[in-house]
């Protein structure tokens, strides 16, 4: 917010009412007494990781950090957890230098997938990426739905399941793993026929 009070161009801040809740967790000593700023447009490094990349927008980042603790007791494997932060302007070197590590990626916000700015980011990242990367580019939003009452949130914003879900049916598969959610090629042939 500082940083888009101090600049000349129009900026539209959102902020997720899903976050008040959630204390600080990456700076230690919290948030700074005195005045700062975070720069718009560059992602931050939240988890470092080898095995797979997750990029995240708003509340996203949290339920990635839950996915990634889960895939490294249960499958062994290292996600790097990334922060876009801002969306425009937007700084992909540290996405393409996560991709050359991993070869893989998930793009995931709580935006519904359809129609949203997580496509434009898997779409470049595609294009930026093409050599380094193992699977497609996987997108994991919120269901194509309107939002529901906070009871069902569970069924409607991306869970950590959610991201092992994708790798498993997206991305490669986890030995002994049972999905819970369907991200196979056909419930996306299926969902886009019936138009939810």
Not at 76 to 82: K, N
Not at 112 to 140: E, H, K, M, Q, W
Request: aromatic share 10%.
């Amino acid at each position: 917010m500082n940083a888009a009070l101090q600049g000349t161009d129009p900026v539209i801040f959102f902020e997720s009412q899903r976050i008040y809740d959630i204390g600080e967790q990456f700076h230690e000593g919290g948030v700074p007494a005195g005045y700062y700023e975070i720069p718009i447009g560059e992602p931050d490094v939240k988890k470092e990781g080898k095995d797979i990349t997750f990029l995240t927008i708003g509340h996203t980042l949290y339920p990635a950090l839950q996915a990634a603790k889960e895939l490294e007791s249960a499958y062994g494997m290292s996600a790097e957890v990334i922060d876009a932060r801002s969306l425009v302007p937007f700084n992909y070197e540290k996405v393409v230098a996560s991709v050359k590590k991993t070869g893989k990626i998930i793009v995931a916000g709580d935006a519904t997938a359809r129609g949203s700015f997580l496509n434009d980011l898997a779409a470049t990242i595609g294009s930026l990426c093409f050599d380094y990367l193992d699977a497609p580019v996987a997108v994991l939003g919120s269901r194509n739905w309107i939002t529901p009452a906070h009871e069902l949130e569970g069924a409607f914003f991306p869970q950590p399941s959610w991201f092992i879900d994708m790798i498993h049916e997206r991305i490669q598969p986890l030995k002994g793993y049972m999905p819970g959610e369907n991200f196979t090629d056909a419930e996306m042939i299926r969902r886009a026929k019936k138009g939810i």
